[in-house]
Antibody, heavy 119, light 110 residues
């Protein structure tokens, strides 16, 4: 069965960096695009970034463009989100999600990892 | 990348039907049949309920249905059950090769 397990969430100060990881199993990781989605405390879902199956295409929300970088390592079946210049409004639970091939939706989600940006 | 517009809350009694709307623009909802809907219970990860406007993944009850007209998509839940009480989010692929969520709708089963 598909499993996505996020890790790396922590409390960091504004301006610092953090890298999130998402370990994937139960499917052929290299065949599917992957997303990061976040949810601020008590708020709605916000799409953050997408990477294509081969890593050649990357797309970002305007709110994180230039600060966050999505990447993947097919040898480790792992998705990453490098977050730089963190701000208080980046505080959220970050979910990784698998793309439903050719349907442009998110069919499996991890349980999320909490990032808190505070001084 | 403005969020799609959903009502903040809807409610219904067990056995009734409710509909949640999701309004976007011609650059997202109106321009593509890539509208999906997600159910989220408190403290849990979202779950895909509808994809490509009206398709249900296996395991999702046929009480859940989706449709679209112009720039507005809709999720209908018929025969409401207590377990349907949750937050619901719509999502659309956009002309910028990004994705956008709606603000979310809290469904209360009375």
């Amino acid at each position: 069965q598909v499993q996505l397990v996020e890790s790396g969430g922590d409390m960091v100060q504004p301006g610092r960096s953090l890298r999130l990881s998402c370990a994937a199993s139960g499917f052929t990781f290299s065949s599917y695009g992957m997303h990061w989605v976040r949810q601020a405390p008590g708020k709605g879902l916000e799409w953050v970034a997408f990477i294509s199956s081969d890593g050649s295409k990357k797309y970002y929300a305007d709110s994180v463009k230039g600060r966050f970088t999505i990447s993947r390592d097919k040898s480790k079946n792992t998705l990453y989100l490098q977050m730089n210049s963190l701000r208080a409004d980046d505080t959220a639970v970050y979910y990784c999600a698998k793309d439903f091939d050719a349907s442009w939706c998110l069919d499996y989600w991890g349980q999320g990892t909490l990032v808190t940006v505070s001084s | 990348q403005s969020a799609l517009t959903q009502p903040a809350s809807v409610s219904g009694s067990p056995g009734q039907s409710i509909t949640i709307s999701c309004t976007g623009t011609s650059s997202d909802v109106g321009g593509y049949n890539y509208v999906s809907w997600y159910q989220q219970h408190p403290g849990k990860a979202p779950k895909l309920m509808i994809y490509e406007v009206s398709n249900r993944p296996s395991g999702v009850p046929d009480r859940f249905s989706g449709s679209k007209s112009g720039n507005t998509a809709s999720l209908t839940i018929s025969g409401l059950l207590a377990e349907d009480e949750a937050d619901y989010y719509c999502n659309s692929y956009t002309s910028s090769s990004t994705w956008v969520f709606g603000g979310g709708t809290k469904l209360t089963v009375l």
